[in-house]
């Protein structure tokens, strides 16, 4: 579907501007966010990286359809279609939250919003909606406090990003491991 990425970057820019949300994309708000954010993307990427050790993790991996073509999801649907659209959204615009319910149970809202909102993703996938929603509610509450802390969208883009593009990139690699194996008459790696 063409539409979908730049519908849902469109929609979430459309929050933003109704909601007035401060993205904090200007410095020195700016210069806290990428600290911030690259430091924990460092920290993320290092730990999904090595969760491809996981036998488990591997097969979820390699049973996969990943969405093609790989550059075009890399480079198009993972930092806008995704990223900007789940921060601009859930961290930007539902940051309203805790103006109406303070800042601890309104990062609790977004975070719950944000895991709910996996619901059709992990279905879609074949995936556990239980663990995939405490996961994602778990990764929102991380990002909000990141956006928090910093005072910019930059530290939960940064650390959102880090973490889709590693797991992209590491079930790209393991299915064209896998792939050249049978290939070459070898069994994939387990």
Do not use: K, Y
């Amino acid at each position: 579907m063409p539409w979908r990425v730049p519908t849902q970057a469109g929609l979430a820019g459309l929050l933003v501007l109704l909601t007035r949300a401060p993205l904090g994309l200007r410095p020195p708000l700016l210069r806290a966010g990428l600290r911030l954010g690259l430091t924990t993307g460092a920290v993320a990427a290092t730990a999904v990286a090595a969760t491809t050790s996981v036998p488990l993790v591997r097969l979820s991996m390699a049973g996969r359809q990943l969405p093609r073509p790989a550059a075009s999801w890399l480079l198009w649907q993972i930092p806008l279609g995704t990223v900007w659209a789940e921060e601009a959204g859930f961290r930007a615009a539902l940051a309203a939250a805790t103006r109406v319910f303070g800042d601890r149970r309104g990062r609790l809202a977004q975070a719950a919003a944000f895991g709910l909102s996996h619901i059709p993703d992990a279905r879609a996938s074949g995936e556990p909606v239980a663990p995939t929603v405490l996961a994602t509610a778990f990764a929102g509450w991380v990002f909000g406090w990141l956006a928090e802390r910093s005072g910019s969208l930059a530290a939960p883009m940064l650390a959102h990003l880090a973490i889709n593009e590693t797991a992209a990139v590491a079930a790209l690699a393991l299915q064209r491991r896998s792939a050249d194996g049978l290939r070459h008459g070898c069994t994939p790696a387990s």
